[in-house]
């Protein structure tokens, strides 16, 4: 009883949720217009902007440093809690 009441809760929350309603939909028009694959540009844009400059790229191309470090990270491996 406890489980349904939390379901029925959350369900009708992500379903009043404007953020979520605008992805999903611009994730059907995506669909509709025959992507294949689908970026959410807006959540990019916000995990960029939080960069330090020197890591921010930028129209133009990333510099020499810059892409040094995208390397050097990409070949980090860590561990998640789920592994």
Do not use: C, W
């Amino acid at each position: 009883m406890i489980k349904n009441a939390v379901i029925t809760k959350a369900h009708v929350q992500v379903k009043e949720d404007r953020v979520i309603n605008e992805a999903l939909m611009a994730r059907r028009k995506a669909q509709d217009a025959g992507e294949k694959t689908f970026k959410d540009t807006s959540q990019m844009s916000m995990v960029v902007n939080e960069l330090p400059a020197a890591l921010r790229p930028n129209p133009n191309g990333l510099t020499e440093d810059q892409f040094k470090v995208y390397k050097d990270f990409s070949k980090l491996s860590y561990k998640s809690k789920f592994d």
